[in-house]
């Protein structure tokens, strides 16, 4: 394969993303009205799981087939990184921060990532002092029994919201024509897309880093990264643009929990033994990144609530601090891959 024919492949796939995300965060809209879950909880969990299918097959391919743990985790902790990078580059599109344009419900998904991102730290740098049951690391029980809480905790947020303005959102309806059978198929379908899509996306990734010569391991990962979570970008997008902030927001931090317990799921289909027990520790690195970027959303947002009014600037200070942590996590992360190795 050519690079020219690669970067066509690129584009393509891309194209197909951008069309599969449009239509899911439409349908998604859709179904949060339908069903009165809320748009932080359609977008903590329908949008989540189906734009986070790449990292999915892309970590399960990884483990099983290449015997490659460190990419898996490379790529879902790399992936979560760049989600808060475009809740900072939302930032742009308004005269408003992000922060002061969706409820401080997303506090309690910000909060369970940090709780998550932990976790792995902690199984990372403990190693086999982590403990197993078989070939399984402890905290692959764990990290799905908090995923599972969060998502009981966002939802029965939501509830009593919807619950509270009921009247309200019965007079704001807009998708009455629509049917939850039709809205149902939608998101299907749309879902789809994504996955046939989007599963290319980390190959074509992989081939460019080493027909470039930028090499697979750095920019590689990086790349990978970042072409697995085009989904969660269009998305979020789409959802602003549609003026459903918190759906945008709920789809990216629901990602970053969907995309921690990947790492938990990989652990399963990982026999050879724990699979953190097999990534290199500058992985760590990464984890401490998303725990700071974490705090600082859920900062931005209990802020908002007293002091919410137009930007300053371009940016607000939470977004500069979010791309300040992403572009200081990166400098650190290339010394620390030349002089650390790869498994243990």
Not at 102 to 124: D, K, N, Y
Not at 187 to 196: D, E, G, H, N, T
Request: charged fraction near 10%; include cysteine.
């Amino acid at each position: 394969m050519t690079p020219l024919f690669l970067w066509g492949a690129l584009l393509l796939c891309a194209a197909a993303v951008f069309y599969g995300a449009s239509g899911l965060s439409r349908y998604g809209d859709i179904l949060a009205e339908k069903t009165g879950l809320g748009r932080a909880w359609s977008g903590v969990v329908l949008m989540a799981v189906a734009t986070s299918l790449p990292e999915l097959m892309t970590a399960i391919s990884s483990v099983t087939f290449f015997d490659t743990p460190d990419i898996a985790a490379g790529d879902v902790l790399g992936a979560c990184m760049v989600n808060f990078l475009i809740i900072a580059l939302l930032d742009l599109l308004g005269k408003e921060p992000i922060s002061g344009r969706i409820h401080e419900g997303h506090i309690i998904s910000a909060a369970f990532v940090i709780m998550l991102a932990a976790i792995v730290l902690a199984g990372i740098f403990l190693g086999p002092g982590a403990g197993r049951l078989g070939w399984i690391g402890l905290y692959s029980i764990f990290i799905p029994l908090i995923y599972a809480a969060a998502v009981r905790l966002i939802h029965s947020y939501e509830k009593r919201k919807f619950a509270s303005y009921t009247k309200k959102m019965a007079e704001a309806l807009q998708y009455e024509k629509i049917t939850l059978k039709q809205a149902a198929r939608g998101y299907l379908y749309y879902s789809a897309v994504i996955l046939a899509s989007a599963s290319w996306l980390p190959l074509i990734g992989d081939r460019l880093a080493l027909l470039t010569g930028l090499g697979q391991t750095f920019i590689g990962s990086i790349f990978i990264a970042v072409s697995t979570t085009l989904p969660e970008l269009t998305v979020a997008l789409a959802s602003l643009r549609m003026g459903a902030a918190d759906m945008a927001v709920g789809s990216l931090l629901g990602s970053n929990l969907f995309n921690i317990l990947i790492l938990a799921a990989a652990d399963f289909f990982y026999t050879k033994g724990p699979v953190l027990e097999y990534v290199s520790r500058d992985n760590m690195m990464t984890a401490i990144s998303i725990i700071i970027m974490s705090a600082t959303v859920i900062a931005g947002i209990s802020y908002r609530v007293q002091a919410a009014g137009k930007k300053p600037f371009l940016f607000s200070w939470v977004s500069a601090a979010l791309i300040t942590v992403y572009i200081l996590n990166m400098l650190a992360l290339y010394p620390l891959r030349q002089l650390m190795p790869v498994s243990r």
